[in-house]
């Protein structure tokens, strides 16, 4: 009976970490995260075998220069693998990276500030659920030095 009560309480924690990260899928996908985290989006011809490995566009922000989407899977040398599930929500809600960095003002943090916890955990549950991508980008490159790969720049409004 006893192990009957244990395989229950296992299935039940399966199916509830299945339902987290399907919610933090469904939320990456509304969400738009692929946009600039999939090499290949901005050409056209997204790498959906690479999906969140890192954009090959970068974004030229005036007094920041040039950053690419970085790799959002768990890869440990070129994603966010050695990243704690708390580490990914700090970053989504505030910009702070744990290395110290900030993100660029393009990545939509201040909607996504306002996640619950639930859905800022599922979304880091999803990440980490990944397979890993070996994709390391460019960058960011300094403003004035020239950039690798196509940019796009973000041009603030004149006044």
């Given at each position: 009976m006893l192990s009957l009560l244990l395989a229950s309480f296992g299935t039940g924690a399966a199916a509830d970490d299945a339902a987290q990260i399907e919610r933090g899928r469904y939320l990456v996908q509304i969400?738009?995260?692929?946009?600039?985290?999939?090499p290949g989006h901005f050409l056209g011809q997204p790498?959906?075998?690479?999906?969140?490995?890192?954009?090959?566009?970068?974004?030229?922000?005036?007094?920041?220069?040039?950053?690419?989407?970085?790799n959002l899977t768990p890869d440990t040398a070129?994603?966010?693998?050695g990243w704690s599930a708390d580490e990914i929500?700090?970053?989504?809600?505030?910009?702070?990276?744990p290395d110290g960095r900030g993100l660029v003002p393009v990545m939509p943090?201040?909607?996504?500030?306002?996640?619950?916890?639930?859905?800022a955990?599922?979304?880091?549950?999803?990440?980490?659920?990944l397979d890993p991508v070996s994709n390391k980008v460019p960058g960011p490159i300094p403003e004035g030095e020239a950039?690798?790969?196509?940019?796009?720049?973000?041009?603030p409004p004149a006044g």
């Open positions: 969400a738009g995260c692929g946009d600039c985290h999939t790498d959906m075998d690479r999906f969140l490995g890192g954009s090959d566009v970068g974004f030229e922000v005036p007094g920041v220069g040039v950053v690419y989407g970085p070129t994603g966010l693998g929500v700090a970053a989504i809600r505030t910009r702070a990276r943090w201040p909607n996504l500030g306002t996640l619950t916890d639930g859905d955990y599922a979304i880091a549950a999803y990440l980490q659920s950039a690798p790969s196509f940019v796009m720049r973000v041009i």
